[in-house]
Structure formats: structure tokens, C-alpha cells
């Protein structure tokens, strides 16, 4: 009885995202939408290009902030399951399970504890850049090839020193391939952000669901952020490492 | 003069098992010598090695060095003062060669410019151009890597050289290059050095002393190469040597340790009387054609003699031309490839010094003078 007065809260809530959410909001776009065939509207999105500007820097702030602290906590847990190997199965089993949780899902059964907000938002998404970040983390530890750790041990490097001047500058690609398939995906989820009423993209993408121009703008600003976050962290990826950059130039 | 290393019964036991990996190892080496542990695969020559920089923990027993023992030391500061080469070599692909060099002296604490100097004398030491210190390792060859990986070993100074394997990755070309030019290096350093190896004609070339091992780290023999080649202490290391162990003794001599045959000496319009004249009870029965400084020009046949002078073109060739700096190994598989019964030997300005041949090296290796000569290592041949 109490685990179901515990679950009506929750499910209140979503009553408030009743089914008017998904229709349409306002009359401005009907008249351009008359035309079914019509595919973008221009005069539309140049008349309404700024509504999409608080939409967007939300955007960014919502998948900035998840990717730090997702980063942080994967990193760290990763340095523990390195140093303690037995945390290895039981981090990549919680991190996965995490994972596995479905992102609207998540949103709901956070709100009793967080409530709706950014916050609540946040802290899904960054449940969700766990795993990977972790994974990519262990897996280039490991990578590290023995006859390095063997030669820096036996020159007299302290575990610590050998960590961070050597295992973790040379883990550093699959680190930050870990990053940029965070980010891009997390980009792609915190336009469900809405549902947590998180703002985002996902806000004017669900004001207008039906208008396709609208579909079209949010969404492609969303796709050009999620490029735009993967350049620049390829970009530090490749400054952080020109023992790889020299290489290739022999090749 | 004090040991620079000496294992006292030091035993490595792994988990619970009741066999030891080195059972009691009792060696001592003396500094500036390098000592080669050899041993078939598992003997437990590495981790022998590698109980002295505390890379392996001593299970029971103590290794010293100069009189400390390891167990006393901080094992990171230990490693700092003993240089480490390895097999695979693991130089630090994301740091320059001058980076990786500079690793300990920079774990010490140098100043830059005595960093940036000393590196740049290490790397010409170990014959690389100081230039190559601003690429990365991916960019150098496997030899030049491994030159790298000896200067870094090097960089601060250290009491005691260990080397596993250090030229086993490496091409047999450029093994044999980096074998003569750590030998030469040595020879100007004079570094304590524990070298593993299980090549045992590596052994021989490098060691002062050479350790043979056999399961458990025992020691089967500690004797120089001459002794270990001329006086196998049993069957193991007898096997171990190898059945052809009078060749390699050839390897550690040079021509001009033996006293050479003379033959009969001819100059161009002679006349062939006298030639034959000399023949006569000569050591040699072919006469040698020499020219006015008396450098080997060919050999004279019968069909030359039998002209009223000596011609200029002598019927036979001059053949292989030996020096007397050759590596006697070297001079034999000249003389064997030559298909010829004598060659010529000459010294360094080109004269002729003597006449070789096989009959002459096995006469000599079943002497007693032969037995009881001593190879320094000053003296041992590396070209």
C-alpha cells in the first residue's frame, strides 16, 4: 500500500504533462502550416529565430555541466577500479545498469526527490555519461603497454608518478573518445530535458511538435551543437597529443 | 676491491609454491665488470636481475650493493640509482628521446642545463645525433630505440647497469653493431654491469664473467669465457656451450696471437733461382709475390718459376688477405670462403706479417700455450 501512495506523486505529476502537451500550442504557425506539402517555412523561422536563442544556451548549460560532473565521477571511480582491481566488475556492472534506465523513466522517478528543474535533468544525464566515460577510461589504462610501466617502474617512478605523467597522458585518446561519444549523445538526450522541465531544446521542439519547420530548427541546432562539441573536443584531443601527430607524420 | 653487487642466499619464492624461482643465489660482482647471467628459458636469471632494483622482492636472503642492502633502501629512490634496459625496450612514446633521457636526472632533480648537457653527451655517447632529441620514439628504428633506451638507463650516473635482454628485439645486424658499441662504451665507462641474456655466444661476447644458470637461479659455473669455453665445469654447461665450443674460443682471439708461418718471399724480375732456392725447407711451399714495400701482390705457381725471372702477374691470385687484427673466427671463414689452403697476413700499413692457415689455428688451439692464455677484456676483440 505504501510503495503505491509512494508512485502517486510521480504519476500526479505526469498528469500535469496531460495530453494537451502534445498539441498544438498557438495559431501563429497555422497559417503557414496550411500547406501540407510545405516542408520548411522561411518567413517563419526568420521571424522566429529568437526563440530559440534562451532554448539553445540552456542546451549548452545542461550538457556542459552534465559532461563535467558525469566526467568527474567516471574519472575518479576509474582511478579507484585502477588501483583496486576488484571495484573493476561491480563500477562497470552500476555504471551500466545506470545506463539501462530509460531516460524519460529517469526523469519521473527522480522529480519526487529532486523536483522538476534543472537539476533533476542534470543529474540523469550525467548518470548516463557514467558508463562510457568510465569504460573508456579502464580501457586505456589498460592499453598502456607493459614494457612502459615495466621501464618507468624500474627507472623509479613513484605508482603515483607513473600515473599521471605516463598511464593517464597515454590513455588520453580513449579518454576523450569517451568524452565525445558522451557529449554527442547526451546532446541528443537533454532534448528530453523538457520532461523534467529542464528547458533545453526540447522545450520549443514540444511546443510545436507538429510544425515541421520548427522540428527542423531545433533539431538542427541540436545536431550542429552536438558537431560543434565533438570538434572542439577532437581539437584538444589532438593538441594533448603530438607524440600521435608525430607519428602519423612518418607514416 | 669491494663487490659492487653481492646476492647472499637471496631466494624468490612466488605465492605459496615450494619450488623457488632462485634457490639461495650466492654471486658476487666485482665493479666495473660486466657479469652475464645465461641459462636456458625459466632458469631464473631475470629474476635474479631483477632482485637487485627491487623490481622482483627478495623472499629470503639479501643482495648488496656497495655493502647496502636493497631491503634498506626506498625502492623508487633505489631505482634511481640503478640504470634499467629491457628486452622491449619501453621508452615513453608520448615524451621526446631528450625527455625520455632526461626521466630520472629530472626524478632527481637536476638543474635544466645540466639536464639539457648531459643529454646531449649521452646521446652522442650512445651514437645517435643530438638532433634526434626533439622527435618521438614512434620515429626512431628498433636499434636507434633501444640506444635511446641505453643513454636513459645511463643519464644519472648510476652505480650498477642491469640489462635484460637488451638487444634481443633488435635485428641481428644491428644487435651485433649495438653489441661492439656497448663494449666500446664500456671500455671508456667501465659501469657495473649485470647483463641476463640466453644467448650463450652473446654471453661470451660480453661477459668478464659469465654466470651459466641452471632451474632455481643455481649457478652451474662463474668463470671468464676462456675458462667457461676451455674447462665446461659439467655436462650442463658443457651442453650449454655448445658442442662447436672450440670455434667460439676463436672468437676470442686475434690473428696476431699466434705465431704465423713465413713464406718465401718474391719480388717482381727476380730471378726465379733464388726463388727456388728459398723453397727449400720453407714452412710455406708456395713463394708469395711481394711488391717493393713488401705488400703481398699474389702467389707464384710452378709455371711461374719456371721463367728466367719473375713475372709480374703471378698465375694465382692473391686470395683472402688477412690482418692481424682479424678476429680469428673471422680469418678462418675468410680462409674457408677463399677455398684456399694459406692467406696472406699483413699488418697495418699493409706489409706482409706472416702466412695463415687452418692446420696452423688447430695446432695451436690443441697446445698447452693456448690453455693457459688469459683474454682480458681490455683485449677482447669487438669489431
Redesign the interface.
Known sequence: MASLAALALPLAKVGEVGKDFFHERSSETLSCQANPDKLFCFEWAKDNIDRYGTPTVQHIELVAISILAGFAVAFALALLAHRHHWLRTPLLAGTGALYTVPSVAFFFLLLPLTGRGRDTAIIALSAYTLQIIYRNTMTGLANVPASVKDAGRGMGLTGRQLLWRVELPLATPEIVAGLRIATVSTVALATLAVFAGGGGLGDPIYDHITFTTNIILAGGIAMLMAIAFDLILLGIQRLATPWLRAARGQA | MPSAVRYENATKRYGDSTTAAVDRLNLEVAAGEICVLVGPSGCGKTTAMRLV?R?VELSEGDVLIGGESVRERDP??????TG?V?Q????????TIAENVA??PQ?LGWKKDRIAARTTELLALVGLDPELGG?????LSGGQQQRV?VA??LAADPLVM?MDEPFGAIDPINRERLQNEFLRLQAEIGKTVLFVTHDIDEAIKMGDRIAVMREGGRVAQYATPAELLMDPADEFVEDFVGADRALKRLALMRVSDISLWEAPLAHVGQATAEVRAKLRGAEVPYPLLVDSERRPLGWLSERDLAAETVPAQPDSPLGPLLDLDDVMRDALADLLQGEAQYAAVADRSGRIAGVLSVEIISEFLASPAAKTEEHGAVERPHD
Open positions: 632494483n623490481t623508487a629512490r633505489l631505482r634511481r640509482e634499467y629491457i622491449q625496450i619501453g621508452l615513453f612514446p608520448h615524451r626521466t630520472v626524478l622527435r618521438y620514439p614512434a620515429q633506451g636513459r638507463a642491469l
